[in-house]
């Protein structure tokens, strides 16, 4: 049998337009080069002309000039930018000051104060070895990911940690996993019992005052609607804390302890225009038209859905967004894990697990006092763009070793005789590929991946016995798919 590859375009006009025809708007082009330095981070260090070659090789269709690029760049912070010009505001995150003894801590661990910006980080109470597990961390209140919601309530996955659910029906009753009042199954018992929010969020049944339960789900397709994970997650955690009574779980003081800041402010330094998805990517709490109009919507219904909640006003709503914006990990607040600051080269790294528990391991040997430090983006990313994604989303220009060994080694390059021939675009994929080697360790982000269309190699376990082996997929606007002839 003779197989043929086709190539098909996803796009439902396939037709392609004239060269150099459409002037881009200031966003398409900043993002187009925010969208390359996430997929070669050796990119960063082309020159204006290298950098319009590229960009026009992935958009014939652009009219763009060296000099406009140059422009719109400059104006955008994304090129030959003066440090002193750039919007930091480290300085308006609020640490909020805590007793000794008020957060409940394991025993590998110690709060401490720090230098500089940081103020306070997490400190190792004992010698660490490479892979040693450091602590383990459950969420503060899960979150159930808002995009399953469909599902959840229709009993396909499960309403609380949101894994897909396939048990028959006989294990169902023999484990009571269901709600009983509507189509909810839980993935286990447990899940189950620690579902505090599904009966006051989904059940009229349900009598608690504090709990507007109409509002509760205009709110929640409010969020839904608007991709506003972190106000919908901010809903779900104010109804734990309403629901957690007597304190037991301790909801209440832990939010409490973690750092804040405004999302306006956050906003304001991100260009106001969002560029290439930089700020919140991963929640998606943020589109490239003026939020304001959407926040006051959204405060209105969640005063709504939480009727007694008299001191809530646009400042400390827009506090909260961004509180859980720069605290959480893939959806979750982890709040012991919170207290630890960034450096580009961590000593630490985290997995969550299935039953969504933060584990942290140690990366190296950490000596006995020494401050715990992890890495708040993708450190496989070049050095402009950790800078960025930091500065954006967390308010701070990174001056760890790495970014001022690998900031010198770019000030040598541009300040050298012989310029640029060793790092053309031709020549970059063997830069990136030792990037890519000496972080080994570091997890690419899949879904980021995904997100922009990037090649990467499936993980195909190797006693698979088949034949029929794919090694790699592309999703971009082509897929290439083997026909019969
Ligand atoms: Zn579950
Ligand atoms: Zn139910
Ligand atoms: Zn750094």
Request: hydrophobic share 35%; aromatic share 6%; proline share 4%.
């Amino acid at each position: 049998m003779h197989l043929q590859i086709q190539t098909l375009s996803l796009n439902d006009d396939s037709g392609s337009l004239p060269a150099a025809s459409i002037v881009p708007s200031n966003q398409q082009v900043c993002d187009s080069i925010l969208l390359l330095w996430r997929e070669e981070p050796a990119s960063e260090d082309y020159n204006l002309e290298e950098l319009l070659k590229v960009v026009k090789e992935r958009h014939s269709e652009w009219k763009l000039s060296v000099e406009s690029l140059r422009k719109l760049l400059q104006s955008h912070s994304l090129y030959a930018t003066d440090e002193k010009s750039l919007q930091i505001y480290s300085d308006k995150v609020r640490m909020p000051e805590m007793a000794e003894g008020e957060v409940k801590l394991p025993r590998s661990v110690r709060i401490g104060a720090c230098s500089g910006d940081k103020q306070r980080g997490l400190f190792a109470t004992n010698a660490l070895k490479a892979g040693d597990m450091i602590f383990e961390d459950l969420p503060l209140v899960v979150v159930p990911p808002m995009d399953k919601l469909v599902l959840m309530q229709s009993g396909k996955a499960c309403p609380l940690c949101g894994s897909s659910v396939s048990h028959s029906q006989h294990t169902i009753i023999m484990n009571g996993l269901d709600c009983g009042e509507c189509g909810a199954v839980w993935c286990s018992k447990n899940c189950k019992k620690n579902d505090l929010t599904h009966t006051s969020l989904r059940h009229t049944r349900s009598r608690c005052r504090q709990i507007n339960l109409n509002g509760w789900k205009k709110y929640e397709s409010f969020c839904k609607q608007y991709v506003f994970v972190a106000a919908y997650s901010i809903g779900i955690i104010y109804a734990s804390m309403i629901l957690d009574k007597n304190g037991k779980n301790g909801v209440h003081p832990k939010f409490q302890l973690l750092a804040d800041v405004s999302q306006r402010i956050r906003k304001d330094s991100s260009d106001s225009t969002n560029l290439g998805g930089t700020l919140d990517a991963s929640s998606g709490a943020f589109t490239s038209d003026d939020p304001e109009p959407m926040w006051t919507q959204a405060l209105d219904l969640f005063k709504e859905a939480f009727p007694e909640l008299d001191d809530m006003d646009m400042e400390a709503y827009l506090n909260c967004i961004g509180k859980f914006n720069i605290n959480q990990v893939s959806g979750q607040i982890f709040p012991v894990y919170s207290f630890i600051n960034h450096d580009c080269e961590p000593n630490v790294r985290y997995e969550i697990d299935d039953k969504l528990r933060l584990k942290l391991y140690a990366r190296k040997h950490i000596k006995k006092g020494e401050e715990l430090l992890t890495t708040y983006v993708n450190p496989l990313h070049g050095v402009k763009l950790r800078r960025r994604e930091l500065r954006v989303n967390w308010g701070f220009l990174c001056h760890c070793d790495r970014c001022n060994r690998e900031l010198t080694k770019r000030k040598e390059k541009l300040t050298s005789p012989t310029p640029s021939a060793h790092h053309s675009p031709a020549n970059s994929f063997s830069d990136k590929n030792r990037r890519k080697s000496s972080m080994r360790n570091a997890r690419p982000d899949l879904h980021e991946l995904l997100k922009n269309g990037q090649e990467f190699d499936l993980e195909i376990p190797d006693n698979l016995e088949t034949h029929h082996r794919k090694t790699s997929v592309r999703f971009d606007n082509n897929v290439s798919v083997a026909v019969d002839e």
